[in-house]
C-alpha cells in the first residue's frame, strides 16, 4: 500500500506547480522539438508557397506560427518559425519534421533552399506570468521589452516572447551545453518559480484548447477544424492547401471542429475514447487531463451535431461510461 505521506507530497508538490505556471513560472528543456536553420536565398519565397505563413512580409525578430499542409489542406506539421537576419529557425515536433521533410523535398524543384539540423541546441520554455523575469535571473540583463510574438539574440541564446501553448510564456533556444544550467537557475529562484514536467504544461495547452498536430489531429484534419487559425495569415500569396482553406473560410459550415469537454468526476479517461451522442459516436478524446482550475477537462474534434456548448455526451472507454459537457475554447 502506498504511504499517504507520499501522495501527501505528491499532492503539495503539484500544487506547488500549478501556483508557479498560474503565479510565476514554471521551466522545462522541452524534449522532442527539433531546431532547424533555414539558409539559401530561396528561403522567404519557398517557405512562404509551402507554409501557411506569411513570410514574404515578416520582420526580422519576428516569430510566426505555421503549417505545413497538403494540397487539400490537411496538417503535417505545426511550427513555429524564428525570423533572423541569417536565416530563419524552425522549432518543430521530430516526428512532425519527418513527414513535412518528405513533403518539402518532393516540392523542392530548383529553389536555393537548405535544411541544417541544429542538433546542437536545446529549446527551452518558461511558462507563466513571470517568465519574463525568470529569463532575467537566468540569463541576467533586460530580456524585455519584447512583446508577443517577437525574439532577441542575447549571445548564444535566442530568447522569444512566445504563447506557445496559449499562456505567457517566454522560449529560449540554447546552446546544448547551456540547457541544465539555465533550467537549475529559473527553479533555483524556488518559491514561484519551479522545475516542471510536460504534463504540467499539457493542462495548460488543454485548458486555452491548443491543439497538437498528431496528437489532436489524424491524416484527414483540415487546419481550420482543429482551431489552428492563429497559424494561418490571412489575405497572403498563393501557398500548398491555400484553396481547400479558402473555400471552408468563404462558404463556413465546417461540419466537424475541435471543442472542450468537462469530464464529470476525478477519472480521466483514455484518449482516444469514444464521445457519444444520443447513442452514436461524435467524435474521439484526443487530449485529457486534470486541472486544478477546472476539473479534469479533455479536446475532441466534434461533429457539428455537438457543437453546441453545454450538450450533454457520453465519454465511453475501456474502463466504462463518464458523462461530459461541451466547452467552448478556451475553458472559462
Not at 526580422?60 to 506539421?77: D, K, V, Y
Not at 541564446?157 to 504563447?163: T, V
Not at 487559425?229 to 475541435?258: D, F, M, S
Amino acid at each position: 500500500m502506498e504511504n499517504p505521506a507520499t501522495n501527501e507530497s505528491r499532492a503539495a508538490s503539484a500544487d506547488a506547480i500549478d501556483r508557479a505556471l498560474r503565479a510565476g513560472a514554471g521551466v522545462l528543456a522541452i524534449s522532442g522539438r527539433k531546431i532547424l536553420r533555414v539558409v539559401g536565398d530561396d528561403r522567404i519565397s519557398f517557405l512562404h508557397g509551402m507554409s501557411s505563413g506569411n513570410f514574404k512580409d515578416a520582420a526580422a525578430g519576428s516569430i510566426l506560427p505555421a503549417l505545413f499542409l497538403t494540397e487539400h489542406a490537411h496538417l503535417l506539421a505545426d511550427f513555429f518559425a524564428w525570423i533572423d537576419v541569417a536565416g530563419i529557425f524552425l522549432d518543430i515536433d521530430s516526428t512532425q519534421w519527418e513527414a513535412a521533410r518528405a513533403h518539402l523535398e518532393r516540392l523542392i524543384v530548383a529553389d536555393d533552399v537548405e535544411f541544417e539540423d541544429m542538433s546542437d541546441t536545446v529549446l527551452i520554455d518558461i511558462e507563466g506570468p513571470r517568465a519574463a523575469e525568470a529569463v532575467r535571473a537566468a540569463l541576467g540583463g533586460e530580456a524585455a521589452p519584447l512583446t508577443e510574438w517577437r525574439f532577441m539574440r542575447r549571445g548564444e541564446f535566442l530568447i522569444g516572447n512566445l504563447p506557445r501553448y496559449g499562456s505567457s510564456a517566454y522560449s529560449i533556444i540554447a546552446p546544448a551545453n547551456a540547457a541544465a544550467r539555465v533550467v537549475a537557475q529559473v527553479a533555483g529562484l524556488g518559491g514561484d518559480f519551479q522545475a516542471v514536467q510536460p504534463d504540467a504544461l499539457d493542462v495548460i495547452r488543454i485548458e486555452n484548447g491548443i491543439a497538437i498536430t498528431g496528437v489532436d489531429t489524424g491524416d484527414k484534419t483540415i487546419a481550420l477544424e482543429a482551431r489552428l487559425a492563429r497559424a494561418i495569415a490571412p489575405r497572403k500569396g498563393c501557398y500548398v492547401g491555400q484553396e481547400t482553406i479558402e473555400r471552408v473560410t468563404a462558404r463556413g459550415g465546417l461540419r466537424k471542429r475541435l471543442f472542450g469537454l468537462r469530464i464529470e468526476g476525478g477519472r480521466v479517461p483514455e484518449r482516444g475514447a469514444a464521445v457519444m451522442l444520443s447513442g452514436k459516436e461524435v467524435g474521439r478524446l484526443t487530449s485529457a487531463a486534470c486541472s486544478a482550475k477546472f476539473g479534469v477537462i479533455g479536446l475532441a474534434i466534434l461533429h457539428h451535431s455537438a457543437c453546441q456548448e453545454g450538450t450533454a455526451l457520453l465519454i465511453a472507454d475501456a474502463i466504462g461510461e463518464i458523462g461530459a459537457k461541451v466547452s467552448e475554447l478556451p475553458f472559462h
